[in-house]
């Protein structure tokens, strides 16, 4: 069952294209502050290692509404993974551009930080 607030269409596109990443780099794009923490945190992983866990952990993704003020016009969801990476969880949130096509699809991190979970 669908969760509240949750789109099956989109969360589907979203996981397919995850497994595109793993193959094709240019999929997943980072924001600067996500980047950073990972070489500052996590210097043994790179995008490539963390795009593949996010795949490996497609199934456990979390599609929220978006309802933060400054986002919520930009994107309708964010999703988000807690991975564990080096014995410590990871949260990572990402955002998806769903667009026409799955060739038109980008996934952006946009925050990775220790999980509170």
Request: charged letters at 30%.
């Given at each position: 069952?669908?969760?509240?607030?949750?789109?099956?269409?989109e969360?589907?596109?979203?996981?397919?294209?995850?497994?595109?990443?793993?193959?094709?780099?240019?999929?997943?794009?980072?924001?600067?502050?996500?980047?950073?923490?990972?070489?500052?945190?996590?210097?043994?992983?790179?995008?490539?290692?963390?795009?593949?866990?996010?795949?490996?952990?497609?199934?456990?993704?979390?599609?929220?509404?978006?309802?933060?003020p400054?986002?919520?016009?930009?994107?309708k969801?964010?999703?988000?993974?807690?991975?564990?990476v080096?014995?410590?969880?990871?949260?990572?949130?990402?955002?998806?551009?769903?667009?026409?096509?799955i060739?038109d699809?980008?996934?952006?991190v946009?925050s990775?930080h220790?999980?509170s979970?």
């Open positions: 069952m669908t969760p509240p607030g949750s789109d099956d269409r969360l589907d596109r979203y996981k397919s294209l995850l497994e595109e990443a793993v193959t094709f780099t240019n999929i997943v794009q980072w924001k600067r502050v996500a980047s950073e923490w990972l070489r500052e945190n996590l210097s043994n992983h790179t995008h490539k290692s963390i795009i593949e866990l996010m795949y490996e952990h497609r199934d456990q993704v979390r599609q929220k509404q978006e309802t933060r400054h986002w919520k016009d930009l994107h969801y964010h999703f988000d993974f807690v991975i564990p080096k014995g410590i969880s990871v949260f990572i949130e990402t955002v998806f551009d769903d667009g026409a096509t060739d699809c980008i996934i952006t946009v990775m220790p999980s979970q």
